[in-house]
């Protein structure tokens, strides 16, 4: 068997070790969809059965890596089942070009498809560490350098993560590839819009623009869509929400700035249960969104950072470039 490294994270008194799953029995497997359903709960999407997903791990018969994130018991010992596990990702070898088939690794790639954590271990930044980890095993083990995955433009602590910190590449804008997808952090009425990424191991990456600029170049740039915050009256209370405030097609500068909401999924919470206008206001959000993105990509704009405000209203935007 390979011999494949672990990580240690101490976090104040936690500690959390990253590996590798390399079990060879189906039931080890569970635990990975029981936590996919605690993070994200919609149970009408799931993963493969449990013999699937063990058939499916590279260590056995298939090209799958699973990484779980467990976290130590109260002696600091580690114990690598279901109550212990606090995070996972999953993902498999996939081709680039369709054409040339499995004829040369240069044409392989990962798909990244499920990175999570346990919404009690949120606070510890185990999804930065997880995605570290992965890029470690992807180069050392697999021998593969270019990851994919697709994220929800809208959610601003992915795009941080994925476009500010790690310098993934947009490289379409893809219009509900999911259907209709429920669950703690989608809602069935919100189309499923998603960036498709590519995130290059070998490039080492520095933001665009380093933060002392942020503030100047956020004062500077046009916006092509921007947000207001306006307290809404319902009949059980008032909720102080990010809306749509305008949006501009005509733009043609050099460089220009996306706004999204700080915080798309506490929005999806909060305009659940209201009425049409409060409930419509994510999907607002995601149709003129759509829109921005969709004509400036067509332009010829590419995503090359992701910034925050550290001054005013809280606020969060995609800076975009022609090239």
Avoid at 152 to 158: G, I, K
Avoid at 215 to 232: M, N, Y
Wanted: aromatic share 12%; proline share 4%.
């Amino acid at each position: 068997m390979i011999k494949l490294p672990e990580k240690l994270i101490v976090r104040g008194d936690k500690k959390f070790l990253l590996r590798v799953e390399d079990s060879s029995r189906a039931a080890d497997y569970e635990k990975y969809e029981n936590l996919r359903q605690i993070i994200w709960d919609f149970a009408d999407d799931h993963l493969s059965g449990s013999r699937n997903l063990l058939c499916e791990n590279f260590l056995h018969e298939g090209s799958s890596l699973f990484i779980g994130a467990f976290e130590s018991d109260d002696n600091g010992q580690f114990i690598f089942d279901e109550p212990h596990l606090v995070g996972f990702s999953y993902g498999f070898v996939g081709l680039r070009d369709k054409s040339l088939g499995f004829v040369t690794g240069d044409n392989l790639w990962f798909y990244s498809q499920f990175l999570g954590v346990r919404p009690d271990s949120l606070n510890f930044g185990l999804g930065i560490k997880i995605k570290e980890f992965q890029k470690e095993i992807l180069l050392t083990v697999f021998r593969v350098n270019l990851v994919v995955c697709t994220y929800d433009p809208l959610t601003a602590v992915n795009a941080y993560r994925n476009i500010r910190q790690f310098g993934m590449k947009v490289l379409e804008y893809r219009l509900a590839p999911y259907g209709e997808y429920g669950g703690r952090l989608n809602r069935q009425d919100v189309p499923s819009d998603r960036f498709f990424t590519a995130w290059d191991l070998l490039l080492e990456h520095q933001p665009l623009v380093p933060e002392e600029k942020i503030e100047h170049l956020l004062s500077q740039r046009p916006k092509a869509l921007e947000s207001e915050w306006k307290t809404i009256k319902t009949a059980r209370s008032e909720l102080e929400l990010q809306l749509v405030r305008r949006v501009r097609l005509d733009l043609s500068e050099e460089q220009i700035l996306v706004e999204v909401p700080v915080d798309f999924y506490q929005l999806l919470r909060a305009t659940a249960d209201g009425p049409d206008e409060i409930r419509n206001i994510p999907v607002d959000w995601r149709l003129k969104s759509r829109d921005v993105f969709l004509h400036y990509f067509q332009q010829g704009y590419k995503v090359v950072d992701f910034l925050k405000a550290s001054s005013g209203q809280p606020a969060v935007y995609y800076l975009l470039e022609k090239r």
